[in-house]
């Protein structure tokens, strides 16, 4: 329940949905990870930023390593709903990741462009290993090839907001994931 009621034309994937994935992945990480001395989480600023808030702990809660936090922001849309291509660096790494176990905290994977930059980027700072989690991913609308290791959802290649994920900056706090009326974007 919220102002963006009328504006949700249907919801995707519930909050209990995304705890238990959130969760899930979770575990894994921490199974996977388990031998590892020290783990950089990078979240893709701005939409990732649930995710990161919500996987970090559940990371903890499932006996994962400790971990350090880090933001970055790129910028690959402008205001609307498709990827130019154009990858900037809004906000870089506070720091060095030479030698640095890196998970990428991703939001969504669309087309893959913002992420194969991304991987490619951190390599260039020499990060000992670099895996993605990945709540999202847009099976239909991959443009580059592009490897995740953990995926929470394949969705339908459709526009969906919600837990962190936007239209014009808005609808970000939006607990579950859904998809917008149409005349939303014709405001
Ligand atoms: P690419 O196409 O480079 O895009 O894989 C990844 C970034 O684009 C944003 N994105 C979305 N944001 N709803 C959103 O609010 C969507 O359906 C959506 N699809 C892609 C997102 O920031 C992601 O990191
Ligand atoms: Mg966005």
């Known amino acids: 329940m ?8 249907r919801v995707i994937i519930t909050e209990d949905e995304l705890r238990a994935k959130v969760s899930e992945l979770a575990k894994q990480v921490a199974t996977d990870y388990e031998s590892v001395d020290g783990l950089l989480l990078v979240c893709v600023l701005k ?21 350090e936090l880090e933001f970055m922001a790129v910028s690959s849309y402008g205001q609307g709903t498709t990827s130019s291509g154009v990858v900037r660096i809004i906000k ?3 720091r060095d990741i030479a030698g640095k176990h890196v998970i990428v905290i991703e939001d969504i994977v669309d087309s893959g462009l913002t992420l194969s930059w991304l991987l490619r980027y951190l390599e ?10 990945a ?39 939006v607990p579950f994931v859904g998809i917008l009326h149409p005349d939303v974007y014709s405001r």
Do not use: H, Q
């Not at 999202?136 to 969705?155: E, L, M, N, S």
């Open 2 to 9: 919220g102002w963006y009621d009328a504006d949700i034309e």
């Open 47 to 67: 939409g990732a930023v649930m995710f990161m808030a919500d996987f970090s702990r559940a990371l903890a809660a499932a006996g994962g390593p400790a971990v």
């Open 92 to 94: 870089d790494l506070d």
């Open 124 to 133: 260039s700072r020499s990060a000992k290993s670099v895996d993605v989690v």
């Open 135 to 173: 709540l999202f991913r847009k099976p239909d609308a991959i443009k580059v090839p592009v490897p995740v290791k953990y995926v929470g959802f394949d969705i339908p290649n459709e526009f969906v907001v919600g837990y962190g994920l936007d239209y014009s900056e808005r609808y970000r706090e």
